[in-house]
């Protein structure tokens, strides 16, 4: 994941996408799909995909916050795109609409797997902070697919690696400002609907995070595993939000490697 991502944003990467291309319309808005190939990528592969959601407080950022992560797991083998979604900074959106997004997204990889040689039942969503709440959204909360979309393909990914996610944002008072009323918190809420069944799931948050308390996340993990599910939680002690103050940065890689790789997608 991002090692050290600031409130705005990381550091440009040197790294760039093989494609960009549309993956959904609203209205007049074309959001786009930035695609990274492993080196000996071809169509008539069945490669796992790794699917990515930026952070930005649902308000901010940029598919290009994840071109480090996307990169480092095409080397690794994997198909990895970073998503755009709509954000409330673009102009009357809210979360809903992100997450219709995020659910879009993950269909849409599952519907293009064949030209892009990926496994439909091997896609890894990744996700930071803000994009990693829509994330396990798209995992948790059951929804009615978008009209015109396809219904007969799953928005729920088949694995979930997360940073600093907001599973409870229901005592988020800047969350609730951004629903604009039209959803209540709990039901944006992954902690509200854990449930058996779910996919694995990966946690890596600091015990120190001032934006998202470190119990709500525990809370969240515990459930899962009472509910059957699997799910790890690694605390990185004293480590804040962003992650600016990670002693160990490399940690962070390991774990979520070991992760995909006992689920057989590295």
Known sequence: MVLNPKPV????????????????????????????????????????AFVFFHPGGWEQGEPEWGYGICHRYASLGMVAISFQYRLSSMGGFSPLDGLSDVRSAIKWTRQEAGELGIDPARVVAGGISAGAHLAACAAVLREPADPGEDSGLSPMPDALVLQSAPVNPVTDTHFKELLQEREKPENCSPAHHVRPGLPP?????????????????KEFAAGMREAGNRCELHPFEGTDHFFTNNPDPARVWDLIDRFLADLGYL
């Not at 549309?22 to 190939?37: C, N, P, Q």
């Not at 799931?201 to 709500?216: K, R």
């Open 9 to 48: 944003g990381p550091r440009p990467s040197r790294h760039k996408p093989h494609e960009i291309r549309t993956y959904k319309r609203v209205g007049d808005v074309e959001l786009k799909a930035h695609i990274f190939f492993p080196e000996d990528f071809s169509e008539s592969d069945k490669r796992p």
């Open 201 to 217: 799931m990966c946690f890596i948050h600091g015990t120190a995070d001032e934006i998202v308390p470190f119990d709500s996340v």
